[in-house]
């Protein structure tokens, strides 16, 4: 396989740095899967807190979860979009 070089942009700690890294024409993807955590804290004294509070711990997860993606996917979309931009070697994706 030919190899050739190509100008890659890193996200390190926020910023941007340009390396060459070599890499070969035909990739192929591995994928790893990662998390990140939120914490949601209530207002136990709320009546919709308390109703949401009554569910159990699966349900509860479900529907934040649920709800984070649909209020911050398309915020994020743009940035995730920037920072594949000419990515080589690694793509980020939101996992469903």
Same mark, same amino acid.
């Given at each position: 396989?030919?190899?050739? @070089? %190509?100008?890659?942009?890193? !996200? ?5 740095? $340009?390396?060459? !890294?070599?890499? $070969? +024409? ?6 790893? +899967?990662?998390?990140?955590? *939120?914490?949601?804290e209530f207002d136990e004294t ?5 109703? *949401? ?11 934040? %979860? ?6 911050? !996917? ?7 979009? %920037?920072? $594949?931009?000419?990515? @080589? ?6 996992? %469903?």
């Amino acid at each position: 396989m030919a190899r050739h @070089t %190509e100008a890659v942009l890193l !996200i390190v700690s926020g910023l941007r740095y $340009n390396c060459d !890294i070599p890499t $070969n +024409e035909r990739q192929q993807m591995t994928k790893v +899967e990662h998390s990140l955590k *939120f914490v949601t804290e209530f207002d136990e004294t709320h009546p919709v807190a308390q109703r *949401f509070l009554m569910l159990d711990k699966p349900a509860q997860i479900a529907m934040l %979860e649920s709800m984070l993606k649909d209020l911050i !996917i398309p915020k994020i979309k743009p940035t995730i979009d %920037e920072i $594949n931009a000419g990515g @080589t070697y690694a793509i980020l994706k939101v996992a %469903e």
